[in-house]
């Protein structure tokens, strides 16, 4: 069993950052390939990152080059910091740790946070 935890998101203007923070508890936290997902009102929930432990990242198009994730094993945490925000950012952002293979489907994740709403004004 994994908790996830985020936190970070936050009332912004275009052009601002933004660092989310997902703590996870339980001691196998490094098997986990850990994600990101966002979920806009009236719109399915995407991808936006994930991480494998080690090197391995993967970004959707829309925010390769602005959002960059990263974990820390030691800590059981993974982050993502988004730069160059825009409106279209606008969203509640999940944290979800998931067995693999799969990466880029919220069905590959079998554990999710509560969510931080992050809001981008123009």
């Known amino acids: 069993q994994v908790q996830l935890v985020e936190s970070g998101g936050g009332l912004v203007q275009a052009g601002d950052s933004l660092r989310l923070s997902c703590a996870a508890s339980?001691?196998?936290?490094?098997?986990?390939?850990m994600g990101w997902f966002r979920q806009a009102p009236g719109k399915e929930r995407e991808f936006v990152a994930a991480a494998w432990s080690g090197t391995m990242s993967y970004y959707a198009d829309s925010v390769k080059g602005r959002f960059t994730i990263s974990r820390d094993n030691a800590k059981n945490t993974v982050y993502l910091q988004m730069n160059s925000l825009k409106p279209e950012d606008t969203a509640v952002y999940y944290c979800?740790?998931?067995?693999?293979?799969?990466?880029?489907?919220?069905?590959?994740?079998?554990?999710w946070g509560q969510g931080t709403q992050v809001t981008v004004s123009s």
């Open positions: 979800a740790a998931g067995p693999g293979p799969g990466t880029y489907s919220p069905g590959s994740y079998i554990y």
């Open positions: 339980g001691r196998t936290f490094s098997r986990y390939v």
